[in-house]
Every structure is written in C-alpha cells, then in structure tokens.
C-alpha cells in the first residue's frame, strides 16, 4: 500500500491479545494501527488523530461497543466514520441491533484475517466511492450528492451514509425493482459478506428518515422479488 494513501485503522478491544494480533495482521497489509482499549481511548483517538475506520469490539469496560457507535452516529463529526463491529454473539438480533445503531457491517468472532481484510477493504472501497454530483429530485425529495444532503420540500433530512447511498440508488434507478441481492452488488459493492437481511435493515431505517412528509411511500416493497423507488401509488 503506497504510504501517501495509507489508511489509518482503529482497533477498540478491551483484550491486548487481540489487539496485538490485528495490529500485527493489519500492519503487515500497509495499514497504520491505532489502539484503544475502551471507549473512552477510542474517543480520544478519534478526535486527535481521526481513523479511516474502526474495529470496535461489542463488550467493552465501561461504555460497550454498541453504546459508542451510537454515539459515533448521533455525532456530526464522526456521523459517516466506517464502523465495523467485532463479535463473540452470532445471534441474528444481536447482528441486526448492531447494523441498527449505524454499524456498516460486523465480524463475528473467531473470524479468519482474510475475511476480515476483505470486509475492511469492502468498507473503505464503499466509503471512499466518489458519488456523481448531479442533484436529483422527485416530488419534493430532492438528494445532493455533492453536498451529501437530502431535503423534503427544503427541510433536511437526517440519515446515515448507507441509507444515502441506497436512496441515491433508488432515485437514479426509478421505477426498477431490484432484488435483495441485486442492492448488496449494486449499492454495498462486489464480493461483500453480509447477509442479504441487511438490506431490509437499511430499508426500514431509510423509511424512517423519510417518513416525516410522507415520502416513505416512494420506497416500495414487492412482494416475493423486492424493492424500488416509485413516486406512483
């Protein structure tokens, strides 16, 4: 990896053997490691040194993991900071209530490096996409990928970094229903390892940033196939 674009990654786990080995693993990819053991060091990383991602463990001293990425995202500065989440819980509840509280994808543990290297590098490839910079507009809904906002008749609208892509998506694609699967390889990108349960999380938390106005009824269900963008009833 060529220095001048080297990405800075923060490993939160409470256990130094675990952190030593990703250190290790991830610095052996070109990657810069940043450490924390618990919350608190993870927020003090953030500020002064600002990660390209983080590693964030679930169960942490004090303040746990989950309670932190909440806090990520309610945060202006650090709202679309990629977060994947490190596990022990392979509950399917447990995954969803992570993806709910803004994680954008999570690992369960034991995990392989490989696996998790590929899903960092899916991450960041994501993150990192530049989006084109027409503003585009429908009913009232207007997104601008240029200044990464979404308004409803000239009100903001709040919402995460995934939910945005997959609503500029929709917008870019009208009327077209696409398959679970077709969304994770059209908006999530190739070879991702997640599951395609994913997908309905998102939609359920666009559907809620839009729903203020009404304008949830463009992001329809299709029964047996999908989903799409449609401003017709």
Same mark, same amino acid.
């Given at each position: 990896? /060529?220095?001048? !674009?080297? &990405?800075?990654?923060?490993?939160?786990?409470?256990?130094?053997? *675990?952190?030593?080995? +990703?250190?290790? $693993?991830?610095?052996?990819?070109?990657?810069?490691?940043?450490?924390?053991?618990?919350?608190?060091?993870?927020?003090?990383?953030?500020?002064?040194?600002?990660?390209?991602?983080?590693?964030?463990?679930?169960?942490?001293?004090?303040?746990?993991?989950?309670?932190?990425?909440?806090?990520?995202?309610?945060?202006?500065?650090?709202?679309?900071?990629?977060?994947?989440?490190?596990?022990?819980?392979?509950?399917?509840?447990?995954?969803?209530?992570?993806?709910?509280?803004?994680? /954008?994808?999570? !690992?369960? &543990?034991?995990?392989?490096?490989?696996?998790?290297?590929?899903? *960092?590098?899916?991450? +960041?490839?994501? $993150?990192?996409?530049?989006?084109?910079?027409?503003?585009?507009?429908?009913?009232?809904?207007?997104?601008?990928?240029?200044?990464?906002?979404?308004?409803?008749?000239?009100?903001?609208?709040?919402?995460?970094?995934?939910?945005?892509?997959?609503?500029?998506?929709?917008?870019?694609?009208?009327?077209?229903?696409?398959?679970?699967?077709?969304?994770?390889?059209?908006?999530?990108?190739?070879?991702?390892?997640?599951?395609?349960?994913?997908?309905?999380?998102?939609?359920?938390?666009?559907?809620?940033?839009?729903?203020?106005?009404?304008?949830?009824?463009?992001?329809?269900?299709?029964?047996?196939?999908?989903?799409?963008?449609?401003?017709?009833?």
């Amino acid at each position: 990896m /060529d220095a001048s !674009v080297q &990405k800075r990654i923060l490993v939160v786990d409470d256990e130094p053997a *675990i952190r030593d080995m +990703l250190s290790f $693993a991830l610095g052996r990819e070109g990657y810069a490691v940043l450490e924390a053991g618990d919350a608190q060091e993870a927020q003090t990383a953030i500020a002064d040194q600002r990660p390209d991602i983080v590693l964030l463990d679930w169960m942490l001293p004090g303040v746990s993991g989950i309670d932190l990425a909440r806090r990520l995202r309610r945060d202006d500065n650090t709202r679309e900071l990629p977060i994947i989440m490190l596990t022990a819980r392979d509950e399917e509840d447990s995954k969803i209530r992570g993806l709910d509280v803004g994680a /954008d994808d999570y !690992v369960t &543990k034991p995990f392989s490096t490989r696996e998790l290297l590929a899903r *960092i590098k899916a991450v +960041l490839r994501r $993150a990192g996409a530049e989006a084109a910079e027409q503003v585009i507009e429908y009913d009232g809904l207007k997104l601008d990928p240029s200044s990464h906002r979404v308004s409803v008749s000239g009100d903001a609208v709040d919402m995460g970094p995934t939910e945005f892509r997959l609503l500029q998506f929709f917008m870019n694609h009208p009327e077209r229903v696409y398959s679970r699967g077709q969304l994770l390889d059209r908006v999530w990108g190739g070879n991702v390892y997640i599951e395609e349960r994913t997908v309905d999380v998102h939609i359920r938390r666009l559907r809620k940033a839009l729903a203020r106005k009404g304008h949830d009824r463009f992001i329809q269900t299709v029964r047996g196939t999908g989903y799409r963008f449609s401003t017709q009833v």
